[in-house]
């Protein structure tokens, strides 16, 4: 089992940046595969990016591909979410999730998340 914590959210103007972490308790961080999700008031949660367990594979929703980049270190037990060229539509709460990769419906399933950080975009 791993605990997570997200951090680094706030509030930040169009075109800004800000950098979110997501450190997680326990020995065998290294072996799930991560992913940060978003979810804005009245619309679903939206897988964002995700990260294989040595972080040499990565995948991108299309609404961040090129803006935001997810990144991890495992001798910290942490994964980053980095976000550039940010938008009001990306106002959202931002969760991490852990999963141990059990695929179910083509996807994999996130069996840990974190209680969410709040990123607001000004215009």
């Known amino acids: 089992q791993v605990q997570l914590v997200e951090s680094g959210g706030g509030l930040v103007q169009a075109g800004g940046s800000l950098r979110l972490s997501c450190a997680a308790s326990g020995r065998t961080f290294s072996s799930y595969r991560m992913g940060w999700f978003r979810q804005a008031p009245g619309k679903e949660r939206e897988l964002l990016a995700t990260i294989n367990w040595s972080g040499g594979s990565t995948v991108y929703a299309d609404s961040v591909k090129g803006r935001f980049t997810i990144s991890r270190d495992n001798a910290k037990n942490t994964v980053y979410l980095q976000m550039n060229s940010l938008k009001p539509e990306d106002t959202a709460i931002y969760y991490c999730?852990?999963?141990?990769?059990?695929?179910?419906?083509?996807?994999?399933?996130?069996?840990?998340w974190g209680q969410g950080t709040q990123v607001t975009v000004s215009s």
């Open positions: 999730a852990a999963s141990t990769g059990v695929i179910i419906g083509n996807q994999y399933k996130y069996q840990y």
